[in-house]
């Protein structure tokens, strides 16, 4: 019997980015006694590598801009698959959550005359991203911890103690959201009841229980071999979520930002903000051809400019002119460089040139473009103010995450556990616009952060964690130290399933190639289910990264499958064998369900995939679209109602 401390919280929140602190700063506000656990350092999480800017229709730039402007560029950027709700609350909600920031202590650049500033964006009709130099996710993560620090001094004063109603777990993983079952017994009534947690210093298990769990976890990137993410994105939430009996909507589609760094070897796929682009940076290839021009899809083509001088002056005169293609969604100017690149047109290195240094003066470019400024210059010895970088596609975001109610951020069919930020699925539909995540992250992290509180008040007896229950958690946690001979190495698990998802179901893929992936995934679950770690528990990278395992197999058998079901384009998800975006496709979402109960073998599939339709866009929702441009996106019988 595992002997684990216990404590007692009304939320805990997992995972300490934009989407978790908001969540917790909610929870807390709303008189719940509140933990929040991250996997890193507290400040580390991916929110604070954020460069470019956080997306808000405030209108300051361009008193053009509106909610409604906004709403409409986030459906066109996700090819009108989002869940449409969330994009309305998101659009609505985005400026008072920004605002809410400044009056937290947040310092963005202001226009002239003092404003907030707003920068171009790809996918944005108007100047919209507020920001912060390019480090405007290290402003966002300084803001919210500033507030809840204060918030803890509060309890200070009140209770004597900083952590009585809010307490930060830093360094700890969760393995497990446990549930017990109410009354009823059956199945469909568990509900949620703690997690089950180490301290990674230590390897210590304990257990938080609280009637009401937020996943803010972010993404997944970690299991493709070129990433712009970190080490924690191994996609925990996803996993734990569904572990916990709740789907995930559409893992197909997974974002390539078109600008990672592509030399040299040690920092490949480290991102290259999309500010570049939005402040005048272009895109050539070899032959210094500005590229972009030849790639603008027909459901584009009104918006963007048909030559560079048109696409130059608008940085100007917005208003008189089109914008430049290099500002395409991501998902079109990623293919576009993959397809120059295929063509033999690419740079040195493997990807093609961004060259903002004969587009600024040097001092400009290190104003509004320091932290790319200072990483070509220490880790590529290339200055950007006078020669242009290399850069290729990278993987970055997964729009696909946990099923959610727009309203509350509640998962399906798991009472008590909600999802916000990366984790969640449903807002940007097949392709993110880029500065929609850090709202996204404010505008939901809120939401379930309140709704979590207010399940947590509603519960009337606290769910008890079983013992049991414990037990297993701890079993399957302890199991690599366990492993017989012929242990496998979890590092080298780890490379090939980065290599398998990157070569088969990376940017483009073909029918083909994803089979061949889902037959090695089920190959490597076996070697996986014997992966074993040496020495102890104390900071164990190697068993940390064999739990981290477990996760990534499970969320990129997701991918993969609902990558083989989907026969079309569209978004972050490219097939060359359906290279088209089919019409029939767009009221299909594609859930992804753990197979029950799970099987033992672990050759065998973990994962079922169900179709389901897609909630009726709301028909004033619908009017904000010229009809013409809704016939090139709504399926025939959606046209028809
Ligand atoms: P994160 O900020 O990643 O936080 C996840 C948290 O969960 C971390 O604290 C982690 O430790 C914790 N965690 C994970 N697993 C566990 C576990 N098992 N147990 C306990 N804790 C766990 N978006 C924009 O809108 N604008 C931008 O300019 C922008 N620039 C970006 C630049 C880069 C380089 C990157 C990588 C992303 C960028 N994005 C941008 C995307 C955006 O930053 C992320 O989508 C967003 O920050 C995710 O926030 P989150 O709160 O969901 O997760």
């Given at each position: ?44 999480a ?50 008072d ?27 944005h ?43 930060v777990?830093q ?62 994105y ?124 004969t ?120 199991a ?11 590092y080298?698990l ?17 029918e083909?190639?994803?089979a ?14 014997r ?6 528990r ?13 996760n ?90």
């Amino acid at each position: 019997m595992a002997q684990v401390e216990r404590q007692q919280w009304d939320v805990v929140v997992v995972g300490a980015g934009g989407a978790g602190l908001r969540a917790a700063i909610e929870a807390r506000e709303r008189g719940a006694r509140t933990a929040v656990i991250c996997k890193s350092l507290f400040g580390k999480a991916h929110t604070v590598m954020a460069e470019g800017g956080i997306a808000a229709s405030m209108g300051n730039v361009n008193e053009g801009d509106n909610w409604q402007v906004h709403f409409r560029d986030t459906m066109r950027g996700g090819k009108f698959l989002n869940q449409w709700r969330m994009a309305e609350l998101h659009a609505k909600e985005a400026p008072d959550r920004v605002w809410e920031l400044e009056t937290w202590g947040a310092l963005f650049d202001r226009t002239p005359d003092g404003r907030i500033s707003q920068r171009n964006f790809g996918g944005h009709e108007y100047p919209r991203l507020a920001h912060v130099g390019d480090r405007t996710g290290l402003e966002l993560i300084r803001t919210l911890q500033q507030k809840i620090v204060q918030l803890q001094q509060e309890d200070f004063k009140e209770y004597g103690d900083y952590e009585a109603r809010l307490k930060v777990f830093q360094e700890c993983t969760v393995t497990r959201v446990l549930k017990t079952e109410s009354h009823g017994g059956s199945a469909a009534e568990q509900r949620v009841s703690g997690t089950f947690c180490y301290e990674r210093e230590s390897g210590r298990f304990f257990v938080l229980e609280a009637p009401a769990v937020v996943l803010a976890t972010g993404g997944i990137g970690k299991s493709f071999k070129t990433t712009s993410n970190s080490w924690e994105y191994t996609g925990d939430g996803h996993a734990l979520a569904l572990l916990a009996g709740a789907p995930l909507l559409n893992m197909e589609f997974v974002q390539f930002h078109p600008t990672g760094m592509v030399w040299p070897p040690s920092v490949k796929g480290i991102l290259v903000t999309e500010s570049v682009r939005g402040d005048g940076g272009v895109l050539r290839n070899s032959e210094g051809k500005r590229f972009m021009f030849d790639y603008v899809p027909d459901v584009f083509k009104e918006k963007y400019a048909e030559s560079e001088a048109e696409g130059d002056r608008w940085y100007e005169d917005p208003d008189h002119n089109r914008r430049p293609p290099e500002l395409l969604p991501r998902d079109e100017v990623a293919r576009a460089i993959n397809s120059e690149v295929k063509a033999g047109r690419g740079s040195p290195h493997g990807g093609v040139f961004l060259d903002v240094s004969t587009r600024m003066p040097a001092e400009r470019i290190k104003r509004r473009l320091p932290s790319m400024y200072h990483q070509f210059k220490e880790l590529a010895d290339v200055d950007i103010t006078a020669e242009p970088m290399e850069v290729g596609p990278t993987c970055h975001y997964v729009m696909g995450g946990i099923a959610v109610d727009s309203e509350s951020a509640a998962t399906v069919g798991v009472p008590g556990l909600f999802a916000a930020g990366e984790v969640a699925g449903g807002m940007h539909g097949s392709n993110r616009l880029g500065g929609n995540s850090l709202s996204d992250l404010l505008v939901f992290g809120r939401r379930a952060g309140l709704h979590a509180a207010e399940h947590a008040a509603a519960t009337g007896e606290r769910p008890a964690v079983s013992q049991a229950e414990v037990d297993a958690a701890a079993t399957e946690a302890l199991a690599p130290f366990h492993a017989v001979e012929g242990a496998e190495n979890p590092y080298t698990l780890h490379q090939e399933l980065q290599t398998i998802m990157n070569d088969l179901v990376g940017i483009i893929r073909r029918e083909g190639e994803m089979a061949e992936a889902l037959e090695k995934l089920a190959a490597l679950r076996v070697r996986a289910s014997r992966a074993g770690v040496e020495g102890h528990r104390q900071f164990n990278p190697g068993w940390h990264l064999a739990l981290d395992l477990r996760n990534m197999l499970l969320v990129s058998e997701c991918v993969a499958r609902a990558a083989l079901e989907r026969t079309e384009s569209r978004g972050g998800h490219t097939r060359e064998d359906c290279p088209s975006m089919e019409r029939s496709w767009r009221p299909v979402n594609l859930l992804c369900r753990p197979v029950d109960p799970p099987p033992a073998d672990p050759a065998a599939d973990r994962i079922a995939l169900v179709r389901t339709r897609t909630d009726p866009i709301r028909p004033d929702l619908l009017a904000l679209f010229e009809k013409e441009e809704l016939v090139k996106y709504l399926a025939e019988e959606e046209l028809f109602e």
